[in-house]
């Protein structure tokens, strides 16, 4: 009897610690925003899984859109214990997604490239934005570097600088936390396009790379690459350098562990000045149609599950964890739910063009949603002798 039940205790063995791994992982999956918790109950308490109104699942479909997502993403796992661990992430992934659904009608929240992975492994692979001791906004350079008061009585009621032929394609940081490095590439590229007449594309790598600069306020805290950084400080090493390459000839890696590539002799664009702009929606607005594209951070929590529309969350942190580049704004933006028109900021991802509205995403204007408002830089570029 003894031989023929060992492998019966193995695959016991070996369930149980799946059931556990798979718990631990829903339990790291769903406490990470508690205060959505304490709004919109567990969709578990409600007899199912969801999302986006159309996933109140029973195990077999969860099954069923685990293949689809595998398929349609391209996801393999290197045993059925990683597998059953993601199946089990990918299910609490279902049920966020339909607590975002009932907190941001306005959008569309479901299944996206995301859904395999728990909010840790999230924010540590694709955010990045380095947290500020100091609060969420201001400028931590001092008064040199706070934007001028702007007039706002001509504002366009609508703009957008993809319009204007002055925001590259959308790109993909894979999983580096460099989203600090695109929301500062991406500025530059637009304050370039405005000096020169020409959009070029420029090297993120070279700030992953290159950029060690560090907060005048907190000495220890410094672009770190992969590991985060901020753009006001990304500026200030292109000040120090001399500017950035292009993506040619200093190409996208999507990872830190390189030596410094930087060739001065080929510098693309070139920073004159930078500013940080005050916590005003209608300064926000002129500074972005004066100056161009905007770099901005942003509380990222609902952007995981986010496929399209307008988000304005109900309930929404404010602590900062994503670079990303606002490029416009629009005066409505239809929300069948809440029946009336919201204006909303258009912002450029960099997650690739599989993600949101084709790597962008639209959030409301008029309350610094998730701290929309909180941190923004704007940058002018001076016109190299490159031709």
Same mark, same amino acid.
């Given at each position: 009897?003894?031989?023929?039940?060992?492998?019966?205790?193995?695959?016991?063995?070996?369930?149980?610690?799946?059931?556990?791994?798979?718990?631990?992982?829903?339990?790291?999956?769903?406490?990470?925003?508690?205060?959505?918790?304490?709004?919109?109950?567990?969709?578990?308490?409600?007899?199912?899984?969801?999302?986006?109104?159309?996933?109140?699942?029973?195990?077999?479909?969860?099954?069923?859109?685990?293949?689809?997502?595998?398929?349609?993403?391209?996801?393999?796992?290197?045993?059925?214990?990683?597998?059953?661990?993601?199946?089990?992430?990918?299910?609490?992934?279902?049920?966020?997604?339909?607590?975002?659904?009932?907190?941001?009608?306005?959008?569309?929240?479901?299944?996206?490239?995301?859904?395999?992975?728990?909010?840790?492994?999230?924010?540590?692979?694709?955010?990045?934005?380095?947290?500020?001791?100091?609060?969420?906004?201001?400028?931590?350079?001092?008064?040199?570097?706070?934007?001028?008061?702007?007039?706002?009585?001509?504002?366009?009621?609508?703009?957008?600088?993809?319009?204007?032929?002055?925001?590259?394609?959308?790109?993909?940081?894979?999983?580096?936390?460099?989203?600090?490095?695109?929301?500062?590439?991406?500025?530059?590229?637009?304050?370039?396009?405005?000096?020169?007449?020409?959009?070029?594309?420029?090297?993120?790598?070279?700030?992953?790379?290159?950029?060690?600069?560090?907060?005048?306020?907190?000495?220890?805290?410094?672009?770190?690459?992969?590991?985060?950084?901020?753009?006001?400080?990304?500026?200030?090493?292109?000040?120090?350098?001399?500017?950035?390459?292009?993506?040619?000839?200093?190409?996208?890696?999507?990872?830190?562990?390189? #030596?410094?590539?930087?060739? &001065?002799? @080929?510098?693309?664009?070139?920073? +004159? !000045?930078?500013?940080?702009? *005050?916590?005003? $929606? =209608?300064?926000?607005?002129?500074?972005?149609?004066?100056?161009?594209?905007?770099?901005?951070?942003?509380?990222?929590?609902?952007?995981?599950?986010?496929?399209?529309?307008?988000?304005?969350?109900?309930?929404?942190?404010?602590?900062?964890?994503?670079?990303?580049?606002?490029?416009?704004?629009?005066?409505?933006?239809? #929300?069948?739910?809440?029946? &009336?028109? @919201?204006?909303?900021?258009?912002? +450029? !991802?960099?997650?690739?063009? *599989?993600?949101? $509205? =084709?790597?962008?995403?639209?959030?409301?204007?008029?309350?610094?949603?998730?701290?929309?408002?909180?941190?923004?830089?704007?940058?002018?570029?001076?016109?190299?002798?490159?031709?």
């Amino acid at each position: 009897m003894a031989p023929l039940l060992r492998p019966l205790l193995l695959f016991l063995s070996i369930l149980v610690v799946s059931s556990a791994a798979a718990a631990a992982a829903v339990v790291e999956a769903e406490a990470e925003d508690p205060l959505i918790l304490q709004v919109v109950p567990d969709a578990k308490e409600e007899g199912g899984v969801g999302g986006g109104g159309h996933l109140g699942l029973g195990a077999a479909a969860v099954e069923a859109h685990f293949v689809s997502f595998e398929r349609r993403f391209g996801r393999s796992y290197a045993s059925a214990e990683e597998r059953a661990h993601r199946r089990s992430v990918f299910a609490a992934n279902l049920r966020r997604a339909r607590r975002h659904q009932r907190l941001d009608p306005g959008a569309v929240h479901g299944v996206t490239q995301f859904s395999d992975l728990t909010p840790a492994e999230f924010r540590r692979a694709f955010l990045g934005l380095r947290r500020k001791k100091g609060g969420v906004g201001g400028s931590i350079f001092g008064s040199s570097h706070e934007a001028p008061i702007l007039p706002t009585n001509d504002l366009p009621s609508d703009f957008d600088w993809r319009d204007q032929g002055a925001v590259t394609g959308v790109k993909n940081q894979g999983s580096c936390g460099s989203c600090w490095s695109f929301s500062a590439s991406g500025a530059l590229e637009g304050a370039n396009f405005l000096a020169t007449g020409k959009l070029k594309s420029l090297s993120e790598q070279q700030l992953v790379d290159c950029d060690h600069e560090c907060d005048p306020s907190e000495a220890d805290a410094c672009d770190q690459g992969c590991n985060g950084g901020l753009m006001t400080t990304a500026f200030e090493y292109l000040l120090k350098s001399g500017g950035l390459e292009s993506e040619a000839d200093y190409p996208y890696t999507g990872t830190d562990g390189g #030596s410094c590539k930087f060739d &001065k002799s @080929k510098i693309a664009a070139s920073v +004159k !000045n930078f500013s940080v702009v *005050s916590i005003d $929606e =209608d300064q926000i607005a002129a500074n972005l149609v004066k100056h161009g594209p905007l770099a901005i951070g942003i509380n990222a929590v609902f952007m995981q599950t986010y496929i399209g529309g307008v988000s304005c969350p109900y309930i929404c942190g404010r602590h900062l964890d994503h670079g990303v580049l606002l490029v416009g704004y629009g005066s409505a933006g239809y #929300s069948p739910i809440r029946f &009336k028109e @919201k204006p909303y900021w258009i912002i +450029k !991802n960099s997650w690739g063009e *599989s993600w949101g $509205e =084709d790597g962008y995403y639209r959030i409301c204007r008029g309350r610094n949603v998730c701290g929309v408002d909180s941190m923004v830089s704007t940058v002018t570029a001076i016109q190299t002798s490159q031709k």
